[in-house]
């Protein structure tokens, strides 16, 4: 099963596409208005997805291989992206 992007403005449903990444509980997803991309990143998983906003096609796909899980997520407005794992280590992903 596929995972759906819906864009809306003002509230009102502008478009919506189809992505092959299929959604999960605990992703997050991370993107700014400078952009054209968002990232879907399942901290579970160790992946990162960059998906473009008006298409819904996978760009990039990140596994990111570390023997502590991941915590937490953030994005930076520059696009980069941290995390912080079980073992307090910081990594940085650049887009």
């Known amino acids: 099963h596929a ?6 403005f003002k509230g009102e449903k502008v ?3 189809a992505t092959s990444v299929i959604p999960d509980e605990g992703i997050n997803l991370f993107t700014n208005a400078d952009t054209k991309t968002f990232i879907l ?3 579970k998983l160790g992946r990162m ?3 473009h906003k ?5 760009e990039k796909a990140v596994k990111i291989n570390n023997n502590a899980p991941i915590t ?3 994005l930076s407005l520059d ?3 941290y995390l912080l794992t079980s073992d307090n280590k910081v990594w940085k992903v650049t887009p």
């Open 49 to 51: 997805y960059t998906v």
């Open 72 to 74: 937490s997520s953030a």
């Open 15 to 17: 478009t919506e596409q």
């Open 79 to 81: 696009q980069t992206l």
């Open 54 to 58: 008006e298409t819904g096609v996978l």
């Open 3 to 8: 995972g759906i992007v819906t864009k809306y």
């Open 41 to 43: 990143m399942n901290e």
